[in-house]
């Protein structure tokens, strides 16, 4: 028999269509877990783009402004004590030690020069190294204090000065300063700085006021430009509270010079401070007498 004329019944005449789309594939059980895979494809597909980045922006954008620097709880605050001495004096391991020995029972950060270099003056250098410090985003709080102090009790904690100085604020958060006077309007010699960029601003103002009026036959200190901003304009109304000069900057009976409290230093107050000795002491070394006779009232 001739193969080619041969009859085959079982099988079905060829149609493209039925082959490429056989009946078993049109399921629908089968047509709905396909749509189900792609769409999870699709959507996987979108869930593994890199997305760090713009979590992150936001993250720093609508940073919670009790997570800045100077707006952290004060149980969770960085403070920095900032100090500097220019030449070596009879009290200077005095100092030194009982500010590095305050700073490290605590937890703060001790930063001290060695040298000023700043063209307006010695004193104005403490600007430089607070500025310094506020720029660095580290710390909440600094702590200036001049190097002829001694804390006379350590066991007082700067968190709870703070605490108390801004108890009786309108508004404790808008404030970035904290003063003494003493039987003037202003001494600077020690004082708590919020280590806030805002901060910057009083400290540029006083160094634009000095710059428009400062003379050389019209000396301005720091501390005269600082008094000038603080009470002959409203500049910094809200931004600074003034505390009693025996709780940050208390003066010894033989420099009476005290606030309208009238309060000299006695144990048990937290700082001393021997502003001006050589107006008050007679010698040689007023401050290093000084120092030598109240160190046996630091309670270490």
């Not at 494809?41 to 402004?65: G, L, M, N, Q, Y």
């Not at 040298?115 to 506020?134: A, L, P, T, Y």
């Not at 700085?193 to 720091?222: K, M």
């Amino acid at each position: 028999m001739d193969i080619s004329t041969m009859y085959y019944p079982s099988k079905k005449p060829y149609s493209p269509v039925k082959s490429a789309f056989p009946r078993r594939y049109l399921d629908p059980s089968r047509i709905v877990l396909v749509a189900i895979v792609l769409l999870l494809i699709f959507f996987f597909r979108f869930e593994s783009i890199e997305t760090t980045t713009v979590t992150d922006d936001v993250r720093e954008i609508f940073t919670p402004a009790s997570a800045l620097p100077g707006f952290r709880p004060l149980n969770e605050s960085r403070i920095a004590i900032v100090t500097f001495t220019t030449e070596q004096k009879s009290f200077t391991h005095l100092s030194l030690k009982n500010k590095a020995y305050y700073a490290k029972k605590h937890g703060y950060d001790f930063y001290i020069d060695y040298e000023s270099n700043n063209d307006r003056g010695m004193m104005w250098h403490k600007f430089d190294m607070v500025q310094k410090v506020i720029n660095a985003s580290e710390h909440d709080w600094v702590w200036w204090m001049d190097f002829d102090t001694l804390i006379t009790n350590t066991n007082t904690k700067l968190e709870e000065i703070i605490l108390e100085s801004l108890a009786n604020a309108t508004d404790p958060d808008s404030v970035d300063y904290i003063f003494t006077p003493d039987c003037f309007e202003l001494n600077a010699g020690s004082f708590l700085t919020r280590a806030s960029p805002r901060s910057h601003t009083f400290i540029n103002r006083v160094i634009d006021y000095h710059s428009a009026n400062a003379t050389r036959e019209h000396q301005l200190s720091e501390q005269d430009c600082m008094r000038d901003i603080l009470f002959q304009s409203s500049f910094m109304e809200d931004q600074f509270v003034m505390v009693p000069q025996w709780k940050l900057n208390a003066f010894p009976e033989e420099i009476p010079c005290y606030d309208k409290d009238e309060r000299k230093f006695e144990r048990g107050i937290f700082m001393l401070h021997f502003a001006g000795a050589w107006a008050h002491v007679e010698g040689e070394d007023p401050t290093g007498f000084l120092m030598k006779k109240y160190e046996r009232d630091i309670i270490w």
